[in-house]
């Protein structure tokens, strides 16, 4: 042995070094085979359907799947008809070589092939020309290079991704979601042998419209199978499938769905996820679509032609359906333009902020009473959409109905922020500067898209926090961003609530029918017709329009784009009957009181139409009534009777005291207020009403000192004396409502600053005392 190593120890040594070349080469960290292509992006709705496979960028379908995930039935089917020696050969099969060479070059015959997996991989991976005998020793050496370099492992599972199978088919993963409709891992062993024998013949013909395999193709896939059944047993099940009809799906009847939503997926894309689930429900997609197509044949002949509609789930923020227009693929309509990302003007569907931010400034409370009356706001003078005034209304009425001179009388009181500054704050973009809008902002003046007006209504449905849209599921949670006050928030989804829906056939068919919090809104000219709102655990908004601006006068929210709204609600309610309202959380710090419908202020003995309100203690300004007030009247004389006076003589009555405005709205429709009589002739003001509470708590000339540290625990209890007659007490800071008592019993205040504050008691008879007191919030 040692006299051998001696004489051949060159030879070992070259042997040895040649094999540490070998294991160098084997071991040097290599590119993935994977590296040299690109490939498609699949999608799916949240529920794992394919809803739509892209091409990657040389226009190909090809789908990267590891050897893992493929079915053990392609790759034993592969080895049988392509290399059966393949794990042990060194990437060329000599025998063979020897013997197509032999046929090709020396006896005349046809061209053989010889290539073995590993060969055909070289020659995809390289493109190289192999027609030659020089491409061909080129393939040879790279075959040679690819054993040295991977594992025989990897080149299998690169050669299955690398195949053709037809058309513009590539990689086993891409052929089998597109002829099967299902991955590599779950097709059955006719489906597995057919991806077998395509990639030696991907010319094979397929026909494109009915999908049916051509005679060739199932005559090469069965005689595989008679080789198959050599080396395999085989269930009668499966043979039987062998006789069946050979169907496969061609690329034109790839899933296509929501592609205006897939598309922008794919634009705001920042890496290049080839899987990519998103949050779209298919169901709720196609329940919107099919409304929508039903609609657009109803009401062509009106010259609607258009749609935009995005629905979100509030509770997520994922964008459950959207569509960008009535038609992707109708050049007429633009069709292919996402609607849902254009910049329109909103109407009203804004108004509903302006109110959620005059309650969280103490501007109004649900049922203030507002004046719609023609009012001049500098160079701004705005006029309602029907021309018309009514006068007094509620805020809630005023919202409902769209009133545009109550809602210009709110935004022109906001401020930090103000109606703009609260837009840029919600993220709407693009917005001109403050000053460009003015006032106008309020009636549609900007430009708002219906993704930003869809997530200004989840925000109401959120607690006035406002949180980015989502289309892919993740994880990641972002952080919301408080933009109203909890109250503020739930009492105006409360006044949406008030606002009647249309009756319908499908309405009248529902068991079970949702609340809905909803607005509309107009563009001027009719360019834009807008409803919005939620319901459920969904926010939705529906547009219609042109995406040219041109006008129509079909084009009025309430008329156009509220039934279409309303037909998907009732179609999503009756697919998913058990669908309600989350349990949401009633805001801590709001109470409902007693007020006087007419006047929208605390209630008093003397008002004829009585009601309830939500209001925030604090914030709210509730005050007393003042419309309603009674007069002692001359039984003979119908004139007002000067104190001290006989009830013999005189009766008491009441009257409305409305301001000279609002009265001459109501004469207008004819509906003329009795004016209450004089009383200017009196010494002294009627005592008949009793005496008016008088408070003994705070005391006067006190100055309550508290230590700022202490100041949570630190408070000021308010009393006072009542007359027998009065049954509520209600309390005022700087008049603002702090709460309602009993007469006698105590309600308790915390202050949260220094300064001198006035103190208003009133009880439900009208009767009131003020008195100020000091506060001293020390370090």
Not at 293 to 320: A, C, H, P, W, Y
Not at 445 to 460: D, I, N, P
Request: proline share 6%; with cysteine; hydrophobic share 40%.
């Amino acid at each position: 042995m040692k006299k051998f190593i001696i004489r051949h120890q060159n030879k070992l040594m070259a042997f040895l070094l040649l094999l540490i070349a070998i294991i160098a080469v084997r071991l040097y960290p290599h590119p993935p085979l994977s590296e040299s292509f690109t490939f498609s992006t699949r999608f799916y709705d949240e529920k794992g359907e394919l809803i739509r496979m892209t091409l990657a960028s040389d226009d190909r379908y090809r789908v990267w799947t590891p050897l893992k995930d493929i079915s053990p039935d392609i790759i034993n089917g592969l080895l049988l008809h392509e290399d059966q020696w393949f794990y042990y050969h060194i990437g060329i099969n000599p025998f063979s070589l020897v013997r197509a060479f032999s046929a090709t070059y020396l006896g005349g015959g046809n061209r053989q092939g010889a290539s073995t997996i590993t060969m055909q991989l070289a020659r995809m991976h390289w493109r190289l020309n192999t027609k030659n005998i020089f491409g061909k020793l080129n393939q040879i050496a790279r075959a040679i290079q690819l054993e040295l370099m991977y594992s025989k492992e990897e080149i299998l599972e690169a050669y299955l991704n690398y195949a053709p199978f037809g058309r513009n088919i590539e990689s086993i993963g891409a052929a089998s979601y597109i002829y099967f409709n299902k991955p590599p891992s779950e097709v059955n062993l006719p489906e597995a042998l057919t991806l077998v024998v395509l990639p030696q013949s991907p010319t094979y013909r397929i026909e494109r419209k009915t999908g049916l395999a051509g005679k060739a193709l199932i005559k090469a896939r069965n005689k595989l199978f008679e080789r198959w059944q050599q080396h395999y047993e085989v269930d009668e099940d499966i043979a039987a499938l062998f006789s069946q009809k050979l169907i496969l799906r061609q690329p034109e009847k790839l899933p296509f769905k929501a592609p205006h939503f897939v598309n922008q997926i794919i634009q705001n894309q920042t890496s290049k996820p080839y899987t990519i689930t998103t949050t779209l429900n298919s169901n709720l997609q196609n329940i919107i679509k099919g409304q929508v197509n039903l609609f657009i044949e109803r009401n062509r002949s009106k010259g609607i032609q258009n749609v935009s509609i995005i629905l979100v789930d509030t509770q997520t923020m994922e964008v459950k359906a959207l569509l960008g227009s009535a038609n992707y693929f109708d050049p007429h309509i633009q069709g292919q333009v996402n609607g849902t990302l254009a910049k329109r003007s909103p109407g009203s569907t804004l108004k509903p902020f302006i109110y959620a931010l005059g309650i969280d400034q103490g501007i109004l409370h649900p049922r203030t009473i507002l004046k719609d009356v023609s009012t001049d706001f500098g160079f701004y003078t705005p006029e309602n959409f029907d021309l018309n005034f009514r006068g007094p209304i509620s805020a809630t009425d005023a919202l409902i109905h769209s009133r545009n001179i109550p809602a210009v009388t709110v935004a022109s009181q906001l401020h930090h922020p103000s109606f703009y500054q609260f837009l840029v704050n919600s993220h709407i973009a693009k917005l001109a500067d403050e000053k460009h809008y003015g006032l106008s902002l309020v009636l549609g003046g900007g430009e708002v898209t219906a993704q930003e007006l869809v997530g200004l209504y989840a925000m109401l449905a959120n607690q006035g926090n406002w949180q980015p849209l989502k289309f892919v599921k993740s994880d990641d949670q972002d952080k919301p961003e408080k933009q109203l006050s909890p109250e503020a928030a739930f009492m105006t989804m409360e006044m949406l609530k008030q606002n009647t829906r249309p009756k319908d056939i499908l309405s009248k068919m529902q068991r079970n029918v949702l609340p809905v919090a909803w607005k509309t809104g107009t563009s001027w000219g009719f360019r834009d017709a807008w409803t919005a709102g939620v319901f459920g655990h969904y926010a939705m908004v529906v547009w219609l329009g042109n995406f040219d601006g041109s006008g129509n006068h079909a084009f009025i929210g309430v008329n156009a784009a509220t039934p279409l709204f309303f037909n998907i609600i009732d179609s999503i309610n009756g697919y998913y009957p058990n669908l309600r309202e989350p349990n949401r959380t009633l805001p801590t710090n709001m109470k409902r009181v007693d007020i006087c419908l007419t006047s929208g202020n605390l209630l008093t003995k003397w008002c004829k139409a009585k009601g309830k309100t939500w209001f925030i203690p604090g914030v709210s300004p509730i005050k007393p009534d003042t419309i309603f007030r009674p007069i002692m009247i001359d039984n003979k004389t119908g004139k007002a009777v000067c104190p001290p006076y006989d009830p013999k003589t005189s009766h008491l009555e009441v009257f409305e005291y409305w301001p000279s405005d609002l009265a001459a709205i109501f004469a207008k429709a004819g509906l003329p207020k009795k004016s209450p009589p004089k009383t200017s002739h009196c010494a002294l003001t009627q005592n008949y009403l009793g005496d008016p509470p008088k408070i003994t708590s705070p005391l006067k000339n006190v100055v309550y000192q508290f230590r700022s540290t202490k100041q949570k625990n630190e408070k000021i209890s308010f009393t006072a004396n009542s007359d027998g007659s009065a049954k509520s007490l209600y309390w005022f800071v700087n008049d603002s409502f702090m709460g309602e008592t009993e007469p006698h019993k105590a309600i308790d205040w915390v202050p949260t600053e220094s300064g001198t504050f006035k103190i208003t008691v009133l009880d439900d008879m009208g009767r009131s005392n003020t008195r100020n007191v000091k506060v001293e919030l020390l370090n």
